[in-house]
């Protein structure tokens, strides 16, 4: 897992890497570049004052040779050179010449090449008397009236710089006087400044320098000829003349270039570094075939450059780092912002299916609302359908009843017949007592009469729809008083079964009755053929509600009329005799009691109807 996530971050580190490399490379040129272009401006002022110091030096004692010309014991001297009394004079003369103007020696050269007088006259090496005629300077002054060379004494090997003029009278060359000045005290003024510097000769000869021990060395390597010309000129008074050891690196603008300085031999001490790499910027010293050349130490620069580089490569690495922070960054708010608005979609997408699933609910709300008021209005018109098919069925029951109605009626009216007119023969007989007997048996029949029709009315009479509490036995008998001829034409048993005190229901008696009635009337049917119909009808109370039964000893239910029993219109009997309303009607109106009504096959054969409605309490006798 690790080495993977290492993985991933490897071209992440190595371009890094890279760019701290390439900050860092970028940083140090130009660092160094920088660095260099100053300490180039800071040497070019150095070369000026180096080079204006030196040409001071020199030039203070240019004029000084030529001044011996003027002094005609000198060139009297120089007349007769031997066995001269004049030379002990000059001798003295030059001596003190030399003091006073601080040289290291003066002396007067014939044309031959011999000193014949020298400020150092006393000293047991004096000059006087030596052969200088091989000394480049005396050659120069006798060919073109001046000579200047740097070398180093042949007498006692001190270094100087000779400046010699050729000494004439008006017709010929008499000789020449030279001057021999130390430039130490330049050399030591120049030990404490803060780059070496150093003069170099035509040869590349370092003949002064702010390092002591630079002194006579080279700059590049001698060829023989140069090197047998010194041994004969003794310019260098043999002195080995080791290189210095310097490379030249690379080639600046304006003359510089970059050298290095090879650490040799024991560590010298100095105020500067004396190895190393260096700026070197030169410049020839007018009248001289010299090189004033300013070493400038890199060692700062390169310090600089080197610190810059590692800065910068730090801060290549923190601007990667940051950069990097702020992309994971930018990704990060990007990933938030995404996450954000996939979340504001999901919560618009639900809000949109919340508003359809709403409109839908409202739609489907209304629908059912509809649907509600449509079952509303098609219960209203199946309960005015209800209504009249109650009545219809009453008509038909009244109807059905018609034919046993008029008999009924019939009978009476025929015995009301016969008893009215033998009441009158009898009362024409003046037997009193028979015709009170038939008038009592008239007014009897007359009440039954009554009684028949008043039931038939109050059957047939449309409810009220107010329920009261009624007497269930006597519901019953009311029913059974209305089939009375039924039942005693085809000699029915009754087995009734009241409970006391009778029971109560609320409820409308007229409509308990057609219930009754209809029940009882389909039991008949039923029976219809039997040679012992038996009717069995109880009422019992259990717990809070009563359960009236009608019985019969019939075939039973067939297994399609259980399944369809109420059902509207349905019916098995013939065409005319039965509508199928009958158990229809009575189960809504024992619905509307709060009852209910079901009809079973009884265990011991014939069918049995159950009619269960809640008691209510008797209600008080007014
Ligand atoms: P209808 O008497 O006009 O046919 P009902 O609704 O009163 O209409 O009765 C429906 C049917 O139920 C009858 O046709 C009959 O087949 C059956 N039925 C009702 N009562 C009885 C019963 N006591 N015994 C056998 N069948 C019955």
Not at 259 to 285: C, D, N
Not at 590 to 596: A, L, P
């Amino acid at each position: 897992m690790s080495s993977r996530r290492s993985l991933r971050h490897l071209p992440i580190f190595i371009l890094l890497l890279v760019l701290m490399g390439l900050s860092s490379f970028a940083a140090h040129r130009i660092a160094q570049q920088l660095g260099i272009a100053d300490l180039q401006a800071t040497g070019l002022h150095r070369l000026d004052l180096y080079t204006a110091s030196l040409e001071r030096e020199i030039g203070k004692y240019a004029f000084l040779p030529g001044t011996l010309g003027l002094e005609r014991d000198v060139l009297d001297l120089l007349r007769k050179p031997v066995d001269n009394k004049l030379a002990p004079q000059v001798n003295a003369y030059l001596e003190q010449l030399n003091d006073r103007a601080g040289t290291l020696s003066i002396y007067v050269i014939d044309a031959s090449g011999h000193v014949v007088a020298s400020s150092n006259w006393r000293r047991a090496d004096s000059f006087i008397g030596e052969d200088l005629s091989f000394r480049p300077y005396f050659r120069e002054a006798i060919d073109s009236g001046n000579g200047r060379f740097f070398g180093i004494g042949t007498t006692r090997g001190e270094p100087g710089y000779y400046l010699a003029s050729t000494l004439a009278d008006e017709s010929r060359t008499l000789g020449v006087a030279v001057i021999k000045v130390s430039l130490e005290q330049l050399e030591k003024s120049w030990s404490t400044v803060e780059a070496p510097v150093m003069v170099t000769d035509e040869n590349g000869v370092v003949i002064l320098g702010s390092v002591a021990d630079w002194k006579f060395t080279t700059l590049r390597p001698l060829d023989e000829n140069t090197r047998s010309a010194f041994d004969q000129t003794q310019q260098y008074n043999r002195r080995a003349l080791k290189p210095l050891g310097l490379k030249e690196i690379q080639e600046l603008d304006h003359g510089a270039r970059l050298v290095r300085i090879a650490k040799e031999g024991p560590e010298m001490v100095t105020v500067y570094p004396v190895a190393g790499r260096f700026l070197a910027q030169s410049r020839p010293l007018p009248g001289t075939p010299w090189t004033l050349t300013v070493l400038s130490h890199l060692e700062q620069v390169d310090d600089i450059a080197q610190s810059r580089a590692a800065l910068a490569g730090v801060g290549a690495a923190f601007l990667f780092m940051l950069g990097l922070m702020l992309d994971e960054r930018r990704r990060h708010l990007k990933d938030r912002l995404a996450a954000r608005e996939a979340l504001q979609q999901a919560h618009d997408e639900l809000e949109r299916k919340v508003d359809e699933r709403t409109a839908d609910l409202s739609a489907a709300n209304h629908l059912l609302q509809d649907e509600i008021a449509e079952r509303i209005r098609a219960e209203r018109t199946l309960r005015a359908a209800q209504d009249e098919l109650v009545q219809a069925g009453k008509l038909a029951v009244i109807g059905q009843l018609s034919t046993g109605i008029a008999h009924e009626l019939n009978q009476p009216l025929a015995a009301l017949r016969t008893l009215s007119g033998n009441g009158v023969r009898f009362l024409d007989r003046g037997d009193l007592t028979t015709t009170r007997a038939n008038l009592e048996r008239i007014a009897q029949l007359v009440d039954r009469m009554g009684l028949i029709t008043g039931q038939l009315r109050a059957f047939a009479r449309k409810s009220s729809g107010q329920l009261q509490a009624v007497a269930l036995c006597s519901a019953l008998d009311n029913a059974l008083a209305l089939l009375e001829q039924r039942l005693s034409e085809r000699g029915i048993n009754i087995v009734r079964h009241c409970p006391l005190p009778e029971p109560f229901s609320l409820c409308d008696a007229n409509r308990l009755e057609q219930v009754l009635v209809n029940l009882i009337g389909n039991a008949l049917d039923a029976m219809d053929g039997q040679s012992a119909p038996c009717l069995e009808i109880s009422c019992e109370t259990i717990g809070q509600q009563a359960r009236l039964t009608v019985r019969d000893h019939g075939p039973g239910l067939a297994e399609e009329a259980l399944a369809h029993l109420f059902e509207p219109f349905f019916t098995t009997k013939e065409a005319g005799v039965g509508l199928g309303l009958g158990l229809t009607i009575s189960a809504g109106i024992v619905r509307d009691f709060g009852g209910t009504l079901s009809g079973a096959n009884h265990p011991a054969g014939g069918a049995i109807f159950t009619l269960e409605i809640p008691l209510t309490a008797e209600p008080r006798k007014p």
